[in-house]
C-alpha cells in the first residue's frame, strides 16, 4: 500500500512539475508581450471578411439628337462610321437616339432597335 501512495505522489510531483515548467511559462510569457496569443493563434487560419459588393450607380443614357444637316434638315444612319458606307435608314432634325459608343461618327441606336452610325456634326447632346 505504502508503494501506491509513493508512486502516486510520484505522479503528482512529475505532473506539477510539468505544469510549472511548460504551461506556467506559456500563461507568463503571454501576459507580457502576447507571445501566448501568438503561440495559439499560429495554428488557426486567419478569417478575413471580404468587402460587400458595391450596388451600381444609375447613370442616365446619353441622347443624341439630330440637328440640322444638309437637304432639309435629314441625316443619313449609316452602317459604319463612313460616307462611303450604305444608308441604313434617313433621320429627321429632333429624332432622339440612344448613343452607345461616342466618336467622330457616334454609334446610335434609334428607337426601333436600329443600330448604325451618325456623325458627330449632326448630333446634339440632350433627349
Not at 56 to 69: E, L
Request: with cysteine; proline share 7%.
Amino acid at each position: 500500500m505504502r508503494r501506491v501512495f509513493v508512486l502516486l505522489l510520484t505522479v503528482i510531483i512529475l505532473l506539477g512539475t510539468f505544469y510549472a515548467a511548460f504551461v506556467g511559462r506559456s500563461l507568463q510569457a503571454g501576459a507580457g508581450g502576447g507571445q501566448r496569443a501568438a503561440l495559439f493563434a499560429a495554428g488557426r487560419p486567419t478569417v478575413t471578411p471580404s468587402p460587400l459588393p458595391l450596388q451600381a450607380t444609375p447613370t442616365a443614357t446619353p441622347w443624341c439628337v439630330i440637328r440640322s444637316g444638309m437637304d432639309g434638315g435629314r441625316v443619313n444612319l449609316r452602317a459604319c462610321g463612313s460616307v462611303s458606307c450604305p444608308v441604313l435608314a434617313v433621320l429627321t432634325e429632333g429624332d432622339a437616339l440612344e448613343v452607345i459608343q461616342p466618336g467622330v461618327w457616334v454609334t446610335v441606336r434609334t428607337p426601333d432597335g436600329l443600330t448604325g452610325y451618325v456623325y458627330v456634326r449632326y448630333c446634339q447632346e440632350g433627349k
